[in-house]
């Protein structure tokens, strides 16, 4: 997997996917995406790790977000139109949390359904390697290049 090129990411941009500004993240366009460390994924098949390998084929579109962010709650409604939009296509939506608390994340989910996978940072190592300090920050990796 690897990060998007610029005109993919300015189309992206265009038609309203990134609500932030990708030069803001650490990570550069065109490099290989870092992996992706999560303690567990709700609202995914079963044996769903969430490794890259497993997403291979398919562009993914990598939300950070948390329960207490007013932006992130915002946000789910224009994600969630677009996983509606782009369900038939090899695109999977991930919600990515650092919060800790699943019970306390699957209670704001029977409020605030999320499409896509919803999934539990682990030690806050995928926001370190992607350079996440702030919330909503929303990225779009490409399927293998």
């Known amino acids: 997997m690897r990060i ?3 005109r993919a990411i300015f ?4 038609l309203g996917f ?10 550069k366009i065109g490099s290989p995406a ?3 460390t999560l303690r567990g994924i709700v ?5 769903v790790q969430g490794t890259w390998e497993e997403l291979k084929g398919k562009a993914v579109v990598l939300e950070f977000w948390a329960t207490w962010c ?3 709650v915002d946000s789910i409604a224009h994600l969630n139109e677009l996983a509606e939009h782009f369900d038939s296509r090899p695109l999977q939506f991930i919600s990515i949390t650092d919060e ?3 019970d306390l994340v699957k209670r704001f989910l029977t409020r605030h359904p999320i499409r896509g996978w919803v ?8 926001f370190r390697r992607y350079g996440i300090e702030g919330r909503p920050r929303t990225l779009l990796v490409s399927p293998n290049a």
């Open 43 to 47: 609202q995914a098949p079963q044996a």
């Open 100 to 102: 800790t608390d699943v």
């Open 70 to 72: 007013g932006g992130c």
């Open 11 to 14: 189309l992206f941009l265009t």
């Open 18 to 27: 990134l609500p932030q500004a990708w030069a803001e993240t650490a990570i």
């Open 119 to 126: 999934a539990f940072d682990a030690a806050e190592s995928t």
């Open 34 to 36: 870092p992996p992706l």
């Open 4 to 6: 998007l090129p610029s």
